[in-house]
């Protein structure tokens, strides 16, 4: 229903009337303790690597302020679904959170770069762009609505799970029901394999699958493991279609509202906590693939061209002007 000028108007003052309460709490929170909180929530299980290299960025953050700031962790959807928390932290009733870089898109369209398929030749590639000038501007990018990146982190590659049948080429996905995130470029991808996507938050997918609302997903191993889906899903074929890397975000508020030396903290803390998790990424990669096949799950390799030529003509264009000039400069020699 259209909305008249009157409530377009009230909408937009009580919005503003939010963003300034929220503001004025943060300030009032940070001088009335000694102690700097910072609570961060997001989406995936505490056993998954990159919650664990978060627990080490807080110890980092504690060790390197000697007490000063704490960080809060709050894993599984605790506070909410990744949209969510990513609304929170641009309000600044949440501090921080991470979330996969194809949820952020909605809010920060750069960010859909990362869920076009087969864009980065190897890890090479991805990790120069990542942390280079082009990784650099996509983190910043957001800084406009409320949200300011601090570091990426690896979420490796992401690879189809079926309930029925493996995949073995595009044409295994027609008719298929594949759940994707809440991401126009991923759901382009899908849509170009000659499947039927369907965004679902993660929190909701295991009943999702096991109801059969949709035929299978997508993820990286850690998260196929940690998320238990294949106790559902017993194909997983590794065409590891996108490199989708996780990100972390800190409300533009309360970055703005910390003390200097307390951004550094932060800021170090973040580096460490990115070095070591793309270390234990591999680690937790290799371990998760064995894990999957002893709970019965037959992991494929399907041949991967195939699929990078159904989807090739994403790579070419781009409804959005920035992410189409970011393709460009990926995809420079
Ligand atoms: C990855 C990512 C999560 C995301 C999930 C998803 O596991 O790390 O942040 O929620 O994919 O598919 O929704």
């Known amino acids: 229903?259209?909305?008249?000028?009157?409530?377009?108007?009230?909408?937009?003052?009580?919005?503003?009337?939010?963003?300034l309460l929220a503001g004025l709490t943060l300030a009032a929170r940070r001088r009335t303790s000694d102690q700097i909180v910072l609570k961060l929530a997001h989406g995936l299980d505490n056993t998954h690597p990159v919650h664990i290299s978060m627990e080490f960025m807080a110890k980092r953050a504690g060790e390197k302020s000697a007490g000063a700031?704490?960080?809060?962790?709050?894993?599984?959807?605790?506070?909410?679904?990744?949209?969510?928390?990513?609304?929170?932290?641009?309000?600044?009733?949440?501090?921080?959170?991470?979330?996969?870089?194809?949820?952020?898109?909605?809010?920060?369209?750069?960010?859909?770069?990362?869920?076009?398929p087969y864009l980065f030749r190897d890890e090479e590639h991805y990790w120069s762009i990542l942390n280079g000038p082009v990784g650099q501007e996509i983190l910043e990018a957001g800084r406009p609505v409320g949200l300011h990146g601090l570091c990426y982190f690896d979420a490796g590659a992401r690879s189809f799970y079926t309930k029925q049948r493996p995949i073995s080429q595009p044409t295994d996905l027609r008719g298929q029901k594949i759940r994707v995130q809440q991401s126009r470029t991923a759901m382009a991808m899908i849509e170009a394999l000659g499947g039927a996507p369907t965004p679902i938050p993660f929190g909701e997918l295991y009943t999702a699958l096991q109801q059969g609302v949709v035929d299978g997903a997508e993820n990286n191993p850690p998260s196929f493991l940690s998320s238990r889906h294949y106790e559902v899903c017993k194909y997983y074929a590794l065409d590891e279609h996108a490199n989708v890397p996780d990100v972390l975000l800190i409300s533009e508020a309360v970055w703005r509202d910390l003390p200097a030396e307390a951004q550094g903290w932060l800021s170090e803390a973040a580096a460490e906590a990115a070095a070591f998790q793309r270390k234990l990424w591999a680690e937790k990669t290799n371990e998760a693939i064995e894990e999957l096949k002893k709970a019965g799950v037959e992991v494929s390799r399907p041949d991967k061209k195939p699929f990078a030529e159904a989807v090739a003509p994403m790579l070419k264009t781009q409804s959005n002007r920035a992410v189409e000039r970011l393709v460009e400069k990926i995809l420079a020699p």
């Open 1 to 19: 229903m259209p909305k008249s000028a009157t409530q377009t108007r009230t909408i937009a003052l009580l919005a503003a009337v939010t963003v």
């Open 69 to 116: 700031m704490r960080i809060e962790i709050f894993p599984s959807e605790q506070l909410g679904a990744e949209r969510e928390c990513i609304e929170q932290v641009q309000l600044g009733s949440l501090d921080m959170t991470k979330a996969s870089s194809a949820a952020v898109e909605q809010f920060i369209p750069e960010m859909g770069v990362f869920s076009l």
